[in-house]
């Protein structure tokens, strides 16, 4: 029995970092029903909704006995939601009821395709989503299989009447609770099966790590369907008992400024995002708009799911000192779906780490040596010592040899937050969830697909960027994110955004690999290339030669929303590269510019 008078803080603790996250919020509800667990903000930072413990849990039992008439335990449930509160309870009544969440992105007409191949993929037969939307789905889903989807309108459900529980539920921790699906941006997508044991731990590093309790009120934007916003947004809220602030991704896309101000609004101590959030808000920037406004409060600015840039990080705390905000806020964390969320972050409190290493090392050996001369110098952000619940190790993707100190090479991870594999795909299961290292049969581990390095003087994990994405050239071997980063950064230097999209990759042409970049441009940038195309292309091609010695063989600008995207806001190389491949991209002519 949890529900007992007189619960003391250290046991309620306890209980929150051991129980699935449904009977920690049964808790909740008995010990603080009426504390605010949810606000939803508006287009305008007004508050559209809000959601106490007790309302939640009434509304996810409605979920859950809905879902116990119509379904049967271990049967995959899609979500269809837009943002809002509405997600919250369905997702927690799917682990109620003992049925597997499967969150996806909404099935417009442009994306049906890839709700129907993960309709397919997990052999889901009913959907949850609101009643004013499940007419316009059914007929994006018209002529497909998932035409015959059975629908539950959530909002139409009574919400439960009856008190939280006083006992903990009968869960298996060892059974699926979620599956994440990956973006599928080259192949099928891959539903990854995260257990409620998975759940648990991941929510309890993270609590412990960042040092989180009930008090830490956050502000998030991310898409609740994306594995940051489920975790950071929606669960780990319910898990350490606070009040979380959240936004519509759309809002946070055309006002950046917004997602600072509530910041400062709501005194958060909790808020983050990918690199670019970072970099869009400090091209926003106005002293005007910011007069008065107070970041002190800010503890915790977590910064992870891409690479991380030190000129990002620098830009940021220029721009937004004088308010309060203190480089030290700023924690750079690794993570990703396949092991629920977070592996490493930190160190808590204090400026991120950086390592300078020699690029020509890097490139052409593979290893992270410090600069021999300082025009060889490139800097690279850590991204945090693992948590103690996790072994990094460092592995020759091809010989699966572990790699010593300093040298580069495919990330492993072993870790009890891992989940159990990709859902109806043993044989991609094996190989990317039950690696072994060569000469050690005792462990397996999680193949990441990152490339990376441990720092031995500072134990951090230094991310330099994915296996399937690195770009051969002369037998060096580069990373996109730089070559993008130096276009990107040449574009800036010329008057353009910053926060331009761009793609780098390899493309074959007979026996050579070329090197192709693609911009995606925003309204300045396309008309100034109608007057000035040649001399931008120059400051572009110059860059990239002078930053990694190579020459960039075409250079496309493609028009606003062109680029391929994940649902996350990261560029989609290997299907932009597959596009390019197929004939599919083929760049503004000069006369289109100038249109």
């Known amino acids: 029995m949890f529900a007992k008078s007189g619960m003391t803080d250290y046991e309620i603790f306890s209980a929150a970092g051991a129980l699935p996250v449904q009977d920690v919020l049964a808790l909740r509800a008995w010990l603080t029903p009426e504390k605010t667990l949810f606000t939803f903000l508006g287009d305008d930072g007004e508050e559209t909704g809000g959601l106490t413990y007790r309302e939640l849990w009434s509304r996810c ?5 809905s879902l116990a008439l119509s379904s049967r335990p271990g049967d995959r449930i899609m979500l269809f939601y837009p943002p809002g509160l509405d997600f919250v309870s369905a997702f927690v009544g799917c682990l109620m009821a003992g049925r597997i969440a499967v969150p996806v992105n909404l099935p417009s007409r442009r994306r049906a395709e890839r709700s129907v191949r993960i309709i397919q993929d997990c052999g889901a037969r009913l959907a949850l989503g609101l009643s004013a939307q499940i007419d316009e789905f059914r007929a994006s889903f ?19 009447a009856g008190a939280p529980p006083t006992s903990r539920s009968a869960v298996d921790m060892n059974a699926v609770a979620y599956l994440q699906y990956t973006s599928g941006s080259t192949s099928n997508p891959k539903g990854v099966m995260i257990t409620f044991g998975n759940l648990t731990t991941n929510c309890r590093m993270i609590r412990d790590t960042l040092r989180l309790n009930d008090e830490s009120t956050m502000v998030f934007w991310q898409p609740h369907h994306h594995d940051m916003g489920l975790i950071c947004a929606i669960l780990l809220p319910i898990v350490i008992g606070n009040h979380t602030v959240l936004m519509a991704p759309n809002t946070f896309v055309r006002q950046p400024m917004l997602w600072i101000e509530l910041i400062a609004k709501h005194r958060a101590e909790v808020a983050g995002g990918p690199n ?3 970099d869009i808000t400090s091209e926003r920037y106005s002293a005007e ?21 030190p000129t990002t990080l620098d830009r940021f705390s220029d721009r937004f000192g004088p308010h309060g905000f203190r480089p030290e806020t700023f924690l750079v964390c690794y993570g990703m779906a396949e092991a629920v969320l977070f592996l490493s972050a930190g160190p808590v409190g204090q400026k991120p780490r950086y390592a300078a290493v020699d690029v020509d090392a890097l490139e052409q050996h593979g290893q992270a040596r410090p600069p021999s001369a300082p025009e060889k110098e490139r800097l690279l952000v850590g991204c945090g010592e693992p948590s103690w619940e996790v072994e990094v190790a460092i592995v020759d993707p091809e010989t699966r040899r572990r790699l010593p100190d300093g040298e580069v090479g495919e990330i492993w991870i072993n870790s009890p937050t891992i989940g ?15 690696a072994r290292i060569a000469g050690d049969s005792t462990k397996i581990y999680l193949r990441t697909g990152d490339l990376g390095f441990v720092n031995p003087d500072d134990f951090q994990v230094y991310v330099c960027g994915r296996i399937k994405d690195l770009i051969i050239s002369e037998g060096r071997n580069l990373h996109p994110e730089d070559i993008e980063y130096s276009v990107v950064g040449a574009l800036a230097a010329l008057g353009e955004s910053s926060t331009l999209s761009c793609a780098a ?12 970049a693609v911009v995606e441009v925003d309204r300045s940038l396309k008309r100034n290339l109608a007057d000035r195309r040649p001399e931008i292309e120059r400051a572009v091609r110059r860059a990239v030669s002078a930053d990694h ?3 960039l063989h075409r250079l496309l600008f493609i028009p606003p929303s062109a680029m391929c995207k994940t649902t996350s806001g990261k560029v989609q190389r290997g299907l ?20």
Not at 61 to 65: I, M, R
Not at 295 to 302: C, E, F, I, K, P
Not at 423 to 430: H, I
Request: glycine share 12%; charged share 20%.
């Open 61 to 65: 039992e409605a979920v859950a006995a």
């Open 142 to 160: 018209e002529g497909s299989e998932a035409a015959d989807m059975v629908w539950i309108a959530t909002d139409a459900l009574e919400p439960g």
């Open 276 to 278: 670019f959030a970072f």
């Open 289 to 309: 708009r910011m007069a008065g406004l107070d970041l002190s409060r800010w503890r915790l600015a977590l910064n992870g799911s891409d690479i991380v840039r």
């Open 420 to 434: 159990i594999g990709y859902w109806g795909n043993p044989e991609e299961s094996r190989r990317v969830f039950q």
């Open 505 to 516: 990759f390899n493309a074959q042409q007979g026996d050579e690999q070329l090197i192709v």
């Open 549 to 551: 010695g190579v020459s």
């Open 576 to 595: 932009m590269r597959q596009l390019y491949v197929g004939g599919a991209i083929k760049g503004l002519e000069p006369a289109e510019a100038a249109a």
